[in-house]
């Protein structure tokens, strides 16, 4: 037998099993054997509440569970269709993942015409449509870019059709923008059609405004928080993307109660700047994670990150459910103007992300088989993490910028969760 990999010891008193997500209470004589033993090939043991506790196990076990726990998290069924409506923008944000060397698109200015968005709702209809739906099943179509209010009339036809096409399904239909082009009638077009508006927000303008400009250099937080207002006096849902970077993250907890009390909100989401895609400095995955866990504490009676939510539950054993993929790659479908299929759409230069076109057999591509092995219980690094059963594995693109393979770690997601764990556990 053998010490578990599984479980790390917090202070003198206690370890933590990742498995099981239990903080364990031990005395010191079974604190000193776990230190002393860790690693190593353990053969007898006289401590028996540690044989009890799983904390001693075999070899075989630990290959099992993980093989269990790869078929588990690996996914099987796509629920998400991405819809490139144009590669042009507006801004010039400059942590935005278009910049990077794995990706092309802003540099190809083209517009997504109805038949190709048509054709594109038609298939993913045809491929969702047998989905295994559990409990916490969900199913999105999201229409994205660039800056999708550039191509307004395709979404005043695609929006529509989408929503006739899946009005009996579970389907979210939502919108990823800048929203600096609002105008009254795609306030109707959003109403009408429920359409949830998910919006890039930095927090308070300076911020905002240092990172999110136009072309001509003039920052665009008054617009983004006008139209926002527009949107919520007309019961529009809306979601706050908010990022966290170097020059917010030391007071994240007071940018996101100014947001909340300037908007009125009851649901926010925060995103971790990806690894490499802009500098941050040692401390930034550590200080977010310092910083959500006070923003959660304090304020969470007046609005909630609800990815925040579900792992900080998951850290305190009060949901047991295993967590998902964080990257969703291989559950979604992103199609482009030009008809082309990648699985993710930020990394359009890197050869196994293209499946095809619509007008061929995208969904069976070998590709595919590729990103399914992007699997945190595939990962060494991983499992010899605190966090294994909690953190979603991160971003596809982190991982590449990175280490220069999707296999490899986040950084930026997996210093942030592994902070926030130990936070919490202590």
Known sequence: MKISRFIYIIDNNNVWDAVSR???????????????????????????????????TTKEWEEQYIKKMIDETTDKQFQSLYLITTTNCNLDCDYCFYRSNNSKSLQNHQNMTFDVAKKSLDIFFDIVKDNVKNDDYWQQITFYGGEPLLNKELLKYAI???????????????INTNLTLLDNEIINLFKTYNVEVQ??????????????????????????????????????????????????????SETLNYIINELNLYEYAVNILITDSYGVNQKYSETLAYEMLKSYICYNNKAVDYVFEDLYNKIISKDARLAKSSCGVTRKITVFPDKKVYACQALEKYGSNYMGTIDSDFANNKNWEIWRKRNRFNNDECLDCEALTLCGGGCATGSLNGTGSIYGIDRNQCEYTRALVKKILK
């Open 22 to 56: 239990r903080k364990i209470a031990l005395s010191e004589e079974e604190i000193n054997y776990i230190r002393k033993n860790k690693n190593k090939d353990v053969i007898e043991c006289s401590l028996q509440k540690l044989i009890d506790l799983n904390i001693l």
């Open 160 to 174: 529509p059709y989408a929503f006739n096409k899946f009005k009996d399904s579970d389907t979210n239909i939502v």
């Open 199 to 252: 919006v890039s927000l930095d927090g308070k303008k300076d911020v905002h405004n240092m990172h999110r400009k136009d072309i001509n250099g003039f920052g665009s937080f008054d617009i983004v928080m006008n139209n926002i207002k527009k949107l919520l006096e007309n019961n529009i849902k809306v979601l706050p993307m908010i990022t966290a970077n170097n020059d917010n993250v030391n007071n994240f």
